[in-house]
């Protein structure tokens, strides 16, 4: 009989590794990823290098970055790229493969190699589909009513799941890949992923959960002295200025509800690998596509290279790497190198497209670059062992941080001259990562970035993302909007 190891990769959506207990925080609880992390390996230096979600899934899913996947900006009609993809390549090698939950490709109904994908795409009837979700919660007798809690998809309003807890998109992601586990193939290796959609708002943990943080007296968000800045860094501030500051408070309480509900749920994956005789040759990985500010320097979402929203989990579990249990490495890697990574741990040819270095390796890196965005609100990081450098070309500003000494990224460095000289190398590194457009921010090998002029406010009359009432499915509706 084969025994190939199995892989079991469970992906969240907008989590940072500063939100976790693995990451020091005192309210946060993941009890299960705190185990799997001490009895596991993990990587606190790990970067969504364009986090954002489809960019961060294309990187993740082909080993790419985003320079040769082609998406920095979140471009939702865009193919997979003409390569073998991680699923592909696991079903090339003589294993079985199966998604359940978010994969964020388009067309929705490509399975970019697995051999099967049980899909859910957060109400997207926009591109012609009605996900796996969406048609058994119609089948529990409620159609049409996944998101009659009124809360939208990138709003940090709250309130708890309206529906039966068994009908939660966390609970029907766990259960429908304990069904695939136990239906597996004995005679093959099986890769599964399991893609959760939240902790991403919408903010709707189960009652149960909330419960649990209700009278929990939450620190003030990290606030750094640079984060109250004219130019471009207001612009960026400016959605978290919408939410009082009792909103502010209730929507961290829910994410970390909906954080605790998701870590929960996975001891149900590991428990059915145990029932199925599979846990003592699986190799477990966790991951998140990005985080999410959730207020810290008065900031939400993503779509920037501060600790919250780019350092994201990674960790490795299981027999096969038990040799490594209770690591913590500290080298700078990324989504690319997970692709490598797994098949490296698996023995498993790796495809020559992929751009990513095996964590497994002893490669390391002396820079890793970052690129989310284009237009005014682009945004670039190089990062080495040390320190951060991200530069907004609008404006042309330029941010360092101390990485070692100041993690939370609260004073900024840039143009003081103790640091003009790791300032200088920064710069010369990021100069070298620019290709395209972005080169017009250079002037004779400097940077010069493009003017910024004040911008207008946008109106949004119409609640930019707000999903209704979806049925029947909706058609020539447009989620694009104010963030975009």
């Known amino acids: 009989m084969n025994q190939k190891t199995n892989v079991l990769m469970i992906s969240v959506d907008e989590l940072g590794r500063n939100h976790m207990e693995i990451g020091g925080d005192k309210v946060s609880m993941m009890p299960t990823l705190r185990y799997l992390a001490e009895h596991g390996k993990q990587f606190d230096n790990c970067y969504s290098e364009c986090p954002v979600c489809i960019p961060a899934r294309r990187s993740l899913m082909t080993g790419l970055t985003p320079k040769t996947h082609g998406d920095r900006i979140y471009n939702d009609t865009l193919p997979m790229p003409q390569v073998t993809t991680l699923a592909q390549t696991f079903r090339d090698q003589g294993y079985q493969t199966y998604s359940v939950g978010k994969l964020h490709v388009y067309p929705q109904r ?43 998809n990138n709003i940090y309003y709250t309130r708890p799941w309206h529906l039966p807890d068994y009908t939660h998109p966390t609970n029907w992601t766990t259960q429908k890949m304990c069904e695939i586990i136990k239906r597996k193939d004995p005679t093959r290796p099986a890769f599964y992923y399991v893609s959760y959609q939240f902790p991403h708002p919408p903010l709707v943990p189960l009652q149960c959960y909330l419960d649990q943080f209700q009278n929990e007296k939450l620190p003030e968000p990290l606030c750094g002295d640079w984060a109250s800045s004219d130019g471009i860094i207001k612009e960026m501030v400016s959605n978290s200025k919408e ?14 509800a909906q954080c605790l509900h998701i870590d929960h749920q996975i001891r149900l994956l590991i428990g059915t690998l145990r029932e199925s005789n599979l846990i003592d040759n699986t190799l477990i990985v966790f991951l998140s596509d990005h985080g999410d500010m959730l207020f810290d320097h008065n900031m939400v979402a993503k779509r920037s290279f501060y600790e919250a929203s780019a350092n994201i989990p ?9 040799g490594q249990a209770g690591q913590i490495d500290h080298r700078l890697c990324c989504l690319a190198d997970v692709m ?8 498993l040819d790796v495809p020559e497209t992929v751009e990513g270095i095996s964590m497994e390796s002893d490669h390391t890196r002396e820079y890793l670059y970052g690129e989310v965005g284009e237009g005014r609100k682009a945004t670039r990081m190089i990062r080495d062992e040390d320190y951060k450098l991200i530069y907004y070309p609008c404006g042309n500003v330029i941010q360092l941080f101390d990485m070692r000494n100041d993690r939370d990224e609260l004073h900024d460095c840039a143009n003081q001259p103790e640091y003009a000289a790791i300032q200088e190398r920064l710069e010369k590194a990021l100069i070298t990562h620019l ?4 080169q017009m921010w250079l002037k004779d090998g400097k940077l010069i970035g ?3 002029a004040e911008g207008k406010a946008k109106l949004d009359f119409g609640l930019y993302n ?19």
């Open 110 to 152: 490509d399975r970019i190699g697995f051999d099967d994908a049980y899909i859910i795409e957060e109400g997207r009837y926009e591109f012609g589909e009605v996900d796996d979700y969406q048609r058994w919660l119609g089948e529990q007798g409620f159609v049409g009513q996944e998101f009659m809690h009124g809360m939208g």
């Open 243 to 256: 939410y009082t500051v009792k909103e502010q408070e209730q929507a961290r309480k829910a994410y970390y």
């Open 314 to 322: 990674m960790i490795l579990s299981g027999p096969v790497i038990s």
């Open 340 to 347: 490598p990574t797994i098949l490296d741990i698996c023995g």
């Open 435 to 438: 290709y395209g457009n972005d």
């Open 450 to 452: 493009e003017p910024f």
């Open 466 to 484: 707000q999903r209704g009432y979806h049925w029947p499915t909706p058609e020539g509706y447009s989620n694009l909007g104010k963030n975009v």
